[in-house]
């Protein structure tokens, strides 16, 4: 067990020296739209796309050639945020809060300037099946994942701006496109529409339950298990769920549902409400079933493994310790 727990803080301690001494910028999957051959797509939509793609899945890094430099990642900065804090609180050391707070300042500084609210965005132009947003176009998935940072930050310092952050957060995700159905509602993705995207809205549900459960606000409460229902009566009868109700978003991945899966815990949790428990309990036993290899390399897909990609060992990790009360 010794070997184990050295081997998993010695991974920790890289991760956190490798970030920091590239001053918290790197390439991410999705950027290939900051190349310099993106005017050449002419504004179409499926050749931003291929742009995209053929970044994002070459065995070989073509962003040095295509003009793509590192770039600051608010996402990146919400997670190192949640990491600082979670080693904070497991070591006592004080040179954690003491990132842990310069990290949130950023974030508080960095975020959207398209809203008043606080809510983040890329710092890159994205390009997708259900259409294209740009770069400062603040994403319910990043907003509320950044979000349970601050809740995070408030519960251990007592500091009530990280609270207002989380509060305004959730003002944010309210003013999205919603659709309102007979078995709940769907949270919108950002501002531009409405995609009926699982994660998003059970993220943002997430957040919204656990600021409700600080704040008192009746209002988060009642709309984080509004969409709550509206994903789990569409859950599969295996217990998986697909990427989004549209058919064209009917494929079943790790990480999002990971993503799913945290954000149940985490309003069952937040509420004390368990109606959806048997939702998550069969959304586990999928997750854990077909999202690894005998070896225990996570697969991408639940029917296929590649390709192989860190967020998916990265969140697999997560969501199973965060259930391992389970």
């Known amino acids: 067990m010794s070997a184990k727990k050295d081997l998993i803080e010695s991974s920790l301690h890289k991760v956190e020296k490798w970030v920091e001494e590239h001053g918290y910028k790197a390439y991410e999957p ?130 009530t701006r990280y609270l207002k952050v989380a509060e305004s957060a959730c003002r944010w995700a309210l003013s999205l496109p919603i659709v309102e159905t007979s078995t709940g509602i769907c949270l919108g993705y950002c501002a531009l529409g409405q995609s009926l995207v699982h994660n998003s809205s059970m993220l943002g549900a997430a957040l919204l339950a656990r600021t409700g459960a600080v704040t008192g606000n009746t209002e988060f409460k009642k709309a984080a298990k509004e969409a709550m229902y509206f994903s789990c009566s569409r859950q599969n009868p295996d217990g998986s769920w697909y990427y989004g109700d549209h058919p064209m978003f009917h494929w079943i991945d790790n990480f999002h549902t990971g993503y799913n899966l945290d954000s149940l815990k985490c309003y069952i949790e937040s509420t004390g409400d368990k109606e959806f428990e048997d939702n998550a309990r069969r959304g586990l036993e999928f997750f854990k079933n077909n999202f690894f290899e005998p070896t225990g390399r996570p697969k991408y897909y639940h029917s296929r493994t590649y390709p192989v990609d860190s967020q998916c060992a990265s969140q697999a990790i997560d969501t199973l310790v965060y259930f391992s009360d389970w």
């Open 30 to 159: 999705f950027d290939g739209l900051s190349s310099f051959f993106r005017p050449l797509t002419f504004g179409n939509l499926f050749l931003d796309r291929l742009l995209m793609q053929l970044v994002r899945q070459s065995p070989v890094n073509l962003r040095p050639l295509f003009g793509i430099k590192p770039l600051e990642s608010t996402k990146g900065r919400g997670y190192m945020a949640w990491g600082y804090l979670t080693m904070f609180k497991k070591t006592g050391d004080e040179t954690y809060k003491t990132r842990a707070m310069s990290t949130l300042e950023w974030l508080m500084k960095n975020k959207s300037p398209k809203f008043e609210e606080y809510s983040w965005a890329n710092h890159f132009d994205f390009a997708g099946r259900g259409g294209r947003y740009g770069k400062h176009e603040s994403i319910i998935v990043w907003t509320s994942l950044i979000g349970q940072a601050f809740l995070d930050a408030y519960e251990m310092f007592a500091d």
